[in-house]
């Protein structure tokens, strides 16, 4: 497994960073994770440009254009593509600010991003075949994260929280929502659902990811389908008498939720919508 640290390609375990790293001390930094399938990854460009509005929004500027990040990607993919490891990669890329042994809080100056690279195995979903099955099971619990989750920061406590107490639960995610009530995504993903044929998901604003697959979802829909499509705010009540629910995310594709709080949505399996258009999403390798 070949990692990149601060340019240069090594084995992941011999990749060191410092304890000072401000990554490391206050968690900041941003990253990204890019599917790649069969060698190729999937919607490369919007991933790059939220990692550099991320780097803008924290004021991190490594000496980074767009070729790049696109050749560190393909670098990855190819170097960690062989018989030994699956065809189907996830691309991890992070810029923290880097070390400083002041620990201080504000940004200093001068400080060398640190940026890390490394690929892992995707676990399954409808990206690399119609025919997984997986379908999830959710809790839901109020969003107590912090009010910038549209910034894919490395600072993950908030959401590894949730996702631990969908776990600690048995369930698979927490399907996340404000104090109104209003879903705003689950603790690695967005959230979509299905009433009387028209495709609901919540706006983008401050307390959610603008996620990738969300974006290709809704573009798909838009242009290849006449289903019709809502982007507005989405009670919590609506999600518990919907008639599918799905999660959308890099690393599942878009997976259907067929249990939410114990309780089945609809009839407790894969939607008829979802059914119908996986052979798209594979076509379209979300
Ligand atoms: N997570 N919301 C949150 C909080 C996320 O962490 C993710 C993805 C998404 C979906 O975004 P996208 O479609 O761009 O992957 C939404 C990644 C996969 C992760 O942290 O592993």
């Not at 990040?69 to 996830?90: F, Y």
């Not at 912090?146 to 048995?170: D, P, Y």
């Not at 809704?218 to 609506?238: A, F, G, K, N, S």
Request: with cysteine; charged share 20%; proline share 6%.
């Amino acid at each position: 497994n070949i990692a990149f640290l601060n340019g240069e390609y090594l084995p992941l375990e011999q990749a060191r960073i410092s304890p000072l790293d401000r990554g490391f001390l206050f968690g900041e930094g941003v990253y990204e994770v890019i599917p790649a399938i069969q060698g190729r990854a999937i919607a490369l460009v919007p991933h790059i440009h939220r990692l550099l509005q991320g780097m803008r929004a924290l004021e991190i500027k490594p000496a980074w254009a767009m070729d790049d990040w696109r050749n560190l990607c393909e670098a990855l993919i190819e170097k960690n593509t062989d018989a030994s490891i699956s065809s189907n990669l996830g691309i991890y890329l992070h810029v923290s600010r880097g070390a400083d042994k002041r620990r201080f809080h504000a940004y200093p100056e001068g400080l060398q991003p640190t940026i890390f690279g490394f690929a892992f195995e995707l676990q399954e979903s409808c990206l690399h075949s119609p025919d997984i099955k997986k379908t999830l099971s959710v809790i839901t619990a109020e969003d107590l994260r912090w009010q910038r989750c549209h910034i894919k920061s490395t600072s993950l406590l908030g959401n590894v929280m949730h996702f631990q107490q969908g776990q600690a639960a048995g369930s698979d995610e927490a399907i996340l929502h404000n104090a109104n009530g209003n879903v705003t995504e689950a603790s690695a993903a967005n959230v979509f659902l299905v009433k009387d044929g028209t495709v609901i998901t919540p706006p983008l604003e401050q307390q959610l990811l603008p996620g990738i697959t969300r974006m290709m979802l809704l573009d798909i829909l838009r242009r290849h389908t006449e289903i019709p499509v809502e982007e507005r705010p989405v009670q919590l009540q609506e999600l518990r008498s919907a008639d599918e629910v799905w999660l959308t995310s890099s690393t599942k594709g878009v997976t259907p939720v067929t249990r939410i709080d114990g309780e089945p949505v609809a009839s407790g399996e894969a939607g008829e919508l979802w059914q119908r258009l996986n052979p798209v999403f594979h076509q379209h390798k979300f």
